[in-house]
């Protein structure tokens, strides 16, 4: 269930990772997501289903965000930036 749950929100997250010319261009949102997937790894290992299961908003969040504008990736990194403060807690 963890690695359905780790899977999903990171395939839906990384398929945001096309796209720049915004201050949040693609090398920026994938070291933010270089930072999400080591943090949701320590999640997973820990065994923490309740924070996993908590995240499911953030995965929804940012799935709905495939048809981003690839020149304005702001808001994508701006939901990333949420999720990480989500991990962090």
Do not use: R
């Not at 953030?58 to 504008?69: C, I």
């Amino acid at each position: 269930m963890k690695k359905i749950l780790l899977a999903s929100l990171m395939t839906g997250s990384l398929l945001l990772l096309s796209g720049c010319g915004a201050p949040c261009n693609e090398q920026v949102l994938k070291d933010k997501m270089q930072i999400v997937t080591e943090k949701m790894q320590k999640i997973a290992e820990s065994g923490d289903i309740s924070k996993l299961m908590s995240l499911g908003k953030y995965s929804k969040e940012l799935s709905g965000m495939q048809g981003a504008n690839k020149d304005n990736l702001e808001p994508v990194c701006k939901a990333v930036d949420k999720l990480i403060a989500e991990l962090d807690k």
